[in-house]
């Protein structure tokens, strides 16, 4: 079926940066285009089977279902119900708009009719629930309709996970607005196009009677990528007043340090933070403030940077750590998160059209191939949440129709969308760039030219590019040199091709270019070691741009296809102590030279003598995105053979502990983090948060806050409060209540500085006994309560 598509689309994206000069000022021409989804065909290789893997799980999902928090709130029939989990727990709708986003990707890859039938069916419901509510307001937010009117009179009750106690509903109204901007661009479905600026005239109406002061304090709850989205909506209409309606929705805290080079990203929710940034960059790409550009510049050095993984993911418990301390990564189940990935990759694709740079290209090679292709799981199409780095920790995988998490929706889009940045030509396309290595057919409908890519890349380091064209035709032909390939051997035409260039940069081919001329570019990889950013003894082994991991066995592995449980995406399997773990053992610099390849098996290696304890010698490392219903190794402790015997003794001593502690750990709590608060029923008043040294807190000034822990299987047994303050703290004055009985009184006196204090609380045991307990925290009279850093419910220890 042939394609219909908006003539908006016919051209990259970047062509939308035309916003008429009395607008904001005319903005400067991007340098580079992206192609259309539409002009990029997959060839066969794992990005092609991830793609079909992809669709079959979203063809398991019913239209109506995902309508119908939409319908509820519209006051509309539902012929079918809310699916479960996350669409049923305050975030109702949010998958909707990811799943329009990828049905309009996916009819653009393919032009498949089930996806344009669906992407109509979806379109036609919103416009009906838009059209119930006549002011132009479109939402599956629960109560929506009270929490907005509650906004307008000024009654405000701003958190950083809530506003007046809904779930990020501003969060939740980005990917609807998102969704539709995708039908329409990607689709061509042009009533997604006036429900769209219906919903954004509805927005600036209700944000109008906000101060500025007041839009900075809403903007402290994270609300997705609002800016952006309201910023390409002024690109699509030609009308200014939705770029400034962008600028007044840009969050001034995140942006001023970024302006200034000051990376104060510590302790923040990342996931919150990136897409605000990819606003910013989109802003000014519009022709807004050119700073903005330079600010989320900044931004993506220190995230791809010293802030990243090996394979491009950032964060733990979804916060970002300390840039000089990975230690909390390697220590725990949740790593970093794969909505983070898919959100750096479009930042990354909107810096690259400004600046083709391959700095941008070799960090998007990393973090497609070893994240985001990785959290697919091939056979059933399960998406991944948390990648944990832990070693011999394991991952878990979604199911259609049961999960429906944060990663579920950005992974319906991450697997339908991977033509969307392996070529890109210059704006007045006399040049075309080739970025990636991947098995795939470009039209170049604007020059007539054909780009057909050839290869098994990663398995070979080879590719073949062959030119098809009616008539020569003379472009410059950008081709990537990739960072982690030193000498690379370029044929054309069967003929040595001499040119100049270095590693993270491009090889610059001017010619005619004649039918049937053929490329042959040859990318020897090397096998290195790369440690974690903080300079660690932990390192990751690649071969190219390819992590290598090695699966360790197969239990016990609990919840690997997770159920529809709030936090069914944490692995919740034991974990197995470190100095159990197997390391790399031997001279460091001599350890990459160690790994030896597995005759007549691609991307596999052994490791031999390197590896203790000798149980393990056998095991072999295998490319990450391979790796799946298994625990692995993906970092491996790093030692010389005179200092191992000591630091297996270290790591024992400090691992009996904290397993110890967490075998009889029952529930915890990490406060001011958003899915362990909300997950906990979290609720309070005059109470903030923030972050020391990378930790988070909870605190109330004058106030309280309160979470529900829950005892189950501790029948019979003595329970045990531990609460963790900053020892350095004093002048603190509060009541801690169990089911509002005062546990203790306390007063922090600031005497243990420079450490965090773990305080137990034992429980009475009818407390013990009265099933969800209710812990609250609130402070006396004219004072504030510590700052509270965790909250477990544990067994008490016996004796």
């Keep these: 079926m042939k394609r219909v598509t908006p003539a908006i689309l016919l051209v990259s994206l970047f062509t939308l940066s035309g916003l008429a000069a009395d607008a904001t000022g005319p903005g400067p021409a991007a340098t580079a285009g992206l192609f259309p989804l539409s002009r990029v065909q997959l060839l066969d290789g794992p990005f092609r089977h991830a793609q079909e893997v992809n669709r079959r799980y979203l063809l398991a999902h019913d239209v109506d279902r995902l309508l119908a928090p939409f319908r509820i709130e519209a006051g509309l029939a539902t012929p079918q119900p809310k699916y479960p989990n996350w669409e049923s727990m305050g975030l109702s709708g949010h998958t909707g708009g990811h799943y329009l986003t990828a049905l ?137 007043k939705y770029l400034r309606l962008a600028q007044r929705f840009s969050h001034r805290a995140i942006l001023n340090p970024l302006l200034r080079h000051e990376d104060q990203l510590t302790g923040l929710h990342a996931n919150t933070q990136i897409p605000k940034v990819i606003g910013f960059a989109r802003i000014a790409e519009l022709g807004g403030d050119a700073s903005w550009r330079d600010a989320s510049r900044y931004f993506w050095n220190r995230v791809a940077g010293p802030r990243s993984v090996v394979f491009g993911g950032n964060s733990e418990r979804e916060h970002f750590n300390p840039p000089d301390d990975f230690s909390s990564l390697l220590e725990s189940r949740e790593g ?209 741009p390819i992590v290598l991991a090695a699966p360790t066995g197969t239990g016990p592995l609990e919840g690997l296809v997770a159920n529809d449980s709030r936090m069914g995406h944490i692995s919740p399997g034991p974990y197995l102590p470190l100095d159990g773990a197997p390391m790399l053992v031997g001279d460091p610099a001599q350890l990459a030279a160690g790994l030896r390849p597995v005759a007549g098996r691609p991307l596999t290696f052994t490791a031999g003598d390197l590896i203790r304890p000798q149980a393990f010698g056998a095991l072999e490392l295998v490319p990450f995105f391979r790796v799946h219903d298994s625990r692995y190794m993906l970092y491996w402790r790093t030692v010389t053979a005179d200092k191992y015997p000591a630091v297996v ?37 005059a109470t903030r948060t923030g972050s020391t040294h990378g930790l988070r807190w909870r605190e109330a000034v004058g106030g309280w806050f309160a979470y529900s822990l829950n005892p189950a299987g501790a029948t019979g047994t003595a329970l045990e409060l531990v609460v963790t303050y900053d020892g350095s703290e004093r002048d603190r004055r509060f009541d801690v209540l169990v089911n509002d009985r005062v546990l203790a009184t306390v007063e922090l006196s600031g005497d243990r500085r420079d450490r965090m204090v773990d305080v137990v609380y034992p429980l009475p045991a009818d407390l013990a006994a009265a099933g969800p307990l209710t812990v609250k925290f609130a402070a006396r009279e004219k004072s504030r309560t510590g700052s509270v850093y965790g909250v477990r419910l544990v067994k008490a220890e016996t004796k």
């Excluded at 904290?658 to 008043?685: K, N």
Aim: net charge negative; charged share 20%; aromatic share 10%.
């Design 336 to 544: 970093p998160e794969t909505c983070n990935t898919y959100n750096m990759l479009r930042l990354t694709e909107v810096l690259f059209r400004a600046e083709p740079a391959a700095r941008y290209a070799d960090y998007y090679e990393r973090a497609l191939y070893n994240h985001i292709l990785a959290s697919q799981h091939p056979d059933h199409g399960g998406y991944v949440y948390f990648t944990p780095l832990r070693p011999r920790h394991y991952r878990v995988y979604s199911q259609p129709g049961v999960c429906f998490w944060c990663c579920v929706g950005s992974g319906m889009e991450n697997h339908g969308k991977y033509g969307a940045f392996l070529y890109a030509r210059s704006a007045a396309h006399d040049a075309l760039y080739v970025n990636l290595f991947v098995a795939s057919e470009l039209d170049w409908a604007e020059r007539g030219v054909r780009l057909r890519q050839e290869t098994t890349f990663p398995d070979t380091d080879r590719t073949t590019l062959t030119v098809t064209t009616a008539q020569p035709q003379r472009f410059t032909l950008h081709l990537r040199h990739p960072a982690w390939c030193a000498r690379p051997v370029i044929l054309l035409n069967g003929q040595p091709l001499a040119v100049t260039s270095s590693p993270s940069s491009y090889f610059a081919i001017e010619r005619e270019w004649r039918d049937g001329d053929r490329l042959e570019l040859t990318l020897p990889m090397t096998t290195t070691l790369e440690r974690l950013p903080d300079g660690s003894d932990y390192a990751a082994v690649l071969h190219g």
């Design 104 to 240: 309009a990707q996916e009819w653009a890859a393919s032009g498949d009719a089930e996806w344009r039938r669906r992407i109509d069916q979806m379109v036609a419901g919103l416009a009906a629930c838009q059209q119930a509510g006549g002011d132009g307001y479109v939402g599956g937010i629960p109560r929506g309709r009270t929490l907005w009117d509650d906004i307008a009179a000024g009654r405000h009750n701003f958190q950083s996970f809530s506003l007046n106690g809904a779930w990020v509903p501003w969060y939740n109204e980005h990917k609807l607005f998102a969704g539709l901007r995708d039908a329409w661009l990607l689709a061509g479905n042009a009533q997604a196009k006036d429900v769209l600026v219906r919903l954004a005239d509805w927005c600036d109406t209700l944000l109008a009677r906000l101060t500025d002061e007041q839009m900075q304090a809403m903007l402290g709850t994270e609300h997705g990528g609002m800016n952006e989205v309201l910023a390409d909506v002024a690109a699509i209409t030609g009308d200014a």
């Design 649 to 685: 003794a270290a790591l024992e001593a400090s691992e009996r502990a904290l397993l110890a502690l967490e075998a009889r750990t029952l529930d915890r709590v990490a406060p001011g983090e958003q899915q362990s608060e909300v997950e906990h029923g979290f609720t309070g008043e």
